[in-house]
């Protein structure tokens, strides 16, 4: 402004500028602070002249505009204006750009106050996000009962209209604006968030992402944007013109800040603009990720749950009590809430599943109909259970990293039937990654436990049971026909002596070349009849790699007589260790067996909420 027009402009400049400027904050504290700073810009740009007011309010920016106000006292009158004049700015005024950086706070069901709960019998504006059950993602929709994607949604209906008729019955018009947050990057892949990129999709016709996590999940602290947050966070602008059609969706464009120490991201951040060429398209499906789509073979390759009938979530336990290193622990710890005779300090001991600030699923009042199948069955609340504990089960809580854990429905917040239902010493589940690709360490892993939700690295997931029932005679992987799967995972001719995808003489399609060279972590599995000796076509295959190894054993079914030697390399990488027909995960050091080769990991103990007497 002053290189174009002059010093003398910059005065009127500010003032303009400061009249259509609006924060938002509901804590007094940021507020302070966030006024304080704007006045020193403001004297620092017209150091003689007046400092405008500013409109910056204390305020819910997710409560609901068209509620009446409650009467305050007098004292709090102005915290009673501020609340009317943001809502009749979030009723009325129309807002163009929208930028924060909104708070992070994951399984915030309740506190998404009008954008998730609505008013006057109309549905919330978060409904607009929410997956159709068709689409079969809805167990993921939990993910969006986060304060970072209410945030998002407020934004989207406030600039860019958004679902404004459904929340309020006022007609949608054509607007134009830009949304543009720091967040955790979560929505830009994850399942539960396949309705929301769909929207934005539809809404917008730009959008352009900036990772500024490229070292991923819990990075250096010297390599993060905000030191504090150990999650992937990104930079995510979204642009809307007039007359955009919901049925052309908009072009999405990535980009990846330089991995290293953040001041070299923010070097790189102030040399980035939107006419860059160092920005890459990514795929235009309505609910695909916004990220780059895969490239080279890893990208025809098929994904590890078409090979299977079921996969879903593990264990969710939802208090760490219930999880020890050894079951004393867990019997003290039981004793320790079952002798506390308050009952509110009991609930407390127990800590309770809680939804709008009062129990929720699981608490110590709730009887269930349904114990654990396996285990010993309690139906009666806990509050009235004075037994010992259920007897402790070993609990598969990380990869390698085995607990111990009270197999009690009541204490469970999501136990997954389906896994126990089939559980037994002969069981195997696979855990792997799903909507993201492994960047070092083991892409899939192995357990004879019943597993954690977390269980392959802490960070989410899917569990594979390999069977589907307690004997483990019904295969929960599929045996598929030679066309065209076969020519997918190992075309016709280019098999070293095996011509691919070939049906035993027993009638069981055994897809074994997935375990040759050039098989690939977590997207590939087999379908073996033990019965054939894993002799198909006249050829006997020879795994290439220890964890093709590890596959080649798992599929087999207990009992079955594998007559191929294990490659020497293969022993000290990783198999399943199989004894008296019975699969689990070794971690010992037999050499007789083809057991996973590594050191036994340090156990770690899990904080107690309950200490032990």
């Known amino acids: 402004m002053e290189g174009d027009q002059g010093a003398g402009a910059v005065p009127a400049a500010v003032l303009a500028a400061a009249s259509r400027l609006i924060g938002f904050e509901i804590q007094f504290?940021?507020?302070?602070?966030?006024?304080?700073?704007?006045?020193?810009?403001?004297?620092?740009?017209?150091?003689?002249?007046q400092i405008p007011d500013l409109r910056l309010y204390v305020t819910d920016t997710l409560g609901n505009p068209y509620v009446e106000d409650e009467k305050l006292a007098q004292i709090l009158q102005p915290i009673a204006r501020s609340r009317r004049e943001t809502n009749a700015i979030k009723r009325g005024e129309p807002i163009t750009v929208v930028i924060g950086n909104p708070p992070y706070k994951e399984k915030a069901k309740g506190r998404g106050g009008w954008i998730e709960q609505g008013s006057d019998g109309r549905g919330a504006p978060l409904d607009r996000w929410m997956p159709p059950a068709e689409w079969g993602v809805g167990v993921h929709a939990e993910h969006l009962k986060n304060l970072y994607v209410y945030f998002w949604r407020?934004?989207?209906?406030?600039?860019?209209?958004?679902?404004?008729?459904?929340?309020?019955?006022?007609?949608?018009?054509?607007?134009?604006?830009?949304?543009?947050?720091?967040?955790?990057a979560g929505f830009l892949n994850g399942p539960g968030f396949e309705k929301m990129r769909d929207d934005l999709r539809r809404s917008c016709h730009d959008i352009w992402v900036i990772d500024c996590s490229p070292e991923g999940h819990q990075p250096e602290v010297a390599t993060r944007i905000f030191q504090a947050v150990q999650q992937p966070v990104c930079i995510v602008l979204a642009a809307r013109m007039l007359n955009k059609s919901p049925e052309e969706p908009?072009?999405?464009?990535?980009?990846?800040?330089?991995?290293?120490?953040?001041?070299?991201?923010?070097?790189?951040?102030?040399?980035?603009?939107?006419?860059?060429?160092?920005?890459?398209?990514?795929?235009?499906?309505?609910?695909?990720?916004?990220?780059?789509?895969a490239s080279g073979a890893w990208a025809s390759f098929p994904v590890l749950k078409e090979f299977f009938l079921y996969d879903g979530s593990g264990i969710m336990p939802g208090r760490t009590w219930i999880i020890a290193p050894d079951s004393e622990s867990l019997k003290k710890r039981?004793?320790?809430?079952?002798?506390?005779?308050?009952?509110?300090?009991?609930?407390?001991?127990?800590?309770?599943?809680?939804?709008?600030?009062?129990?929720?699923?699981?608490?110590?009042?709730?009887?269930?109909?349904?114990?654990?199948?396996?285990?010993?069955?309690?139906?009666?609340?806990?509050?009235?259970d004075q037994k010992t504990a259920i007897e402790p089960i070993r609990y598969g809580f990380r990869s390698f990293d085995r607990q111990w854990i009270i197999p009690d429905a009541r204490l469970i917040n999501q136990p997954n039937p389906t896994l126990w239902d089939s559980l037994s010493p002969r069981h195997v589940y696979l855990t792997a990654p799903e909507y993201r690709t492994p960047t070092a360490g083991p892409a899939l892993t192995f357990t004879g436990l019943v597993p954690d939700s977390h269980h392959y690295n802490g960070r989410g997931g899917r569990v594979y049971p390999l069977w589907g029932d307690q004997s483990a005679t019904q295969p929960k992987y599929q045996a598929h026909d030679a066309d065209p799967l076969g020519e997918i995972l190992w075309p016709a001719g280019q098999g070293r002596g095996c011509d691919g995808l070939h049906r035993c003489g027993h009638g069981t399609?055994?897809?074994?070349?997935?375990?040759?060279?050039?098989?690939?972590?977590?997207?590939?599995?087999?379908?073996?009849?033990?019965?054939?000796?894993?002799?198909?076509?006249?050829?006997?295959?020879?795994p290439r790699s220890g964890l093709a190894t590890l596959l080649w054993r798992a599929l087999c079914r207990p009992g079955g007589k594998p007559t191929e030697r294990l490659p020497a390399s293969a022993k000290r990488q990783s198999s399943l260790h199989s004894r008296r027909g019975r699969h689990t995960l070794s971690t010992g050091a037999s050499a007789r067996h083809a057991g996973l080769r590594c050191r036994k990991p340090k156990t770690a103990a899990l904080e107690s909420p309950i200490p032990a007497p």
């Open 509 to 542: 399609s055994c897809l074994h070349g997935a375990l040759r060279a050039r098989s690939r972590a977590a997207r590939f599995a087999c379908s073996v009849d033990s019965r054939c000796d894993l002799i198909c076509g006249g050829h006997r295959p020879r």
């Open 250 to 293: 908009a072009r999405v464009r990535w980009h990846a800040l330089p991995e290293g120490r953040y001041e070299e991201k923010f070097a790189a951040l102030a040399k980035l603009s939107l006419a860059s060429t160092a920005w890459t398209d990514c795929p235009d499906g309505w609910r695909d990720p916004f990220l780059p789509a």
């Open 154 to 184: 407020w934004a989207t209906w406030k600039v860019f209209g958004t679902g404004l008729h459904a929340s309020t019955g006022l007609e949608e018009t054509d607007k134009a604006g830009i949304v543009c947050f720091i967040s955790v």
């Open 334 to 384: 039981w004793l320790r809430l079952t002798a506390e005779k308050d009952a509110d300090k009991k609930e407390l001991l127990f800590h309770p599943h809680l939804r709008n600030n009062a129990p929720g699923d699981k608490h110590v009042r709730k009887a269930i109909s349904k114990g654990l199948a396996g285990q010993e069955e309690r139906l009666q609340p806990v509050i009235d």
């Open 29 to 49: 504290g940021p507020f302070a602070v966030a006024q304080l700073r704007l006045i020193a810009e403001m004297h620092a740009l017209i150091p003689t002249g």
